[in-house]
């Protein structure tokens, strides 16, 4: 089992960044690729970005390249997603994932999930 707790979220301004963090215990976090995923309301978990175990290889959608960076510190067992030039639609409840596909972007393919953190953007 791997327990994954996130922090980090809360209300910001259009434009304006922030930045999640997600601290995994249990079994050896540097074995399993990390993930973010976002789900607003009345919509599916949507794919934000995922990192490798070793860090090496990095997948993000276009909807965020440029603006949200995916990162990990396998010595604290910690993922970050640093979110700048934040939009009103990055509005949702933002969850961490581990998986041994890192390269998926299918919600279901990923093993162990956060309880969630929310993320509001106003304009």
């Known amino acids: 089992q791997v327990q994954l707790v996130e922090s980090g979220g809360g209300l910001v301004q259009a434009g304006g960044s922030l930045r999640l963090s997600c601290v995994a215990s249990?079994?050896?976090?540097?074995?399993?690729?990390m993930g973010w995923f976002r789900q607003a309301p009345g919509k599916e978990r949507e794919f934000v970005a995922a990192i490798t175990w070793s860090g090496s290889g990095i997948y993000a959608p276009d909807s965020v390249k440029g603006r949200f960076t995916i990162s990990r510190d396998n010595a604290k067992n910690t993922v970050y997603l640093q979110m700048n030039s934040l939009k009103p639609e990055d509005t949702a409840v933002y969850y961490c994932?581990?998986?041994?596909?890192?390269?998926?972007?299918?919600?279901?393919?990923?093993?162990?999930w956060g309880q969630g953190t929310q993320v509001t953007v106003s304009s």
């Open positions: 249990g079994r050896t976090f540097r074995n399993y690729g």
């Open positions: 994932a581990a998986g041994i596909n890192p390269s998926s972007s299918q919600y279901r393919a990923w093993n162990y």
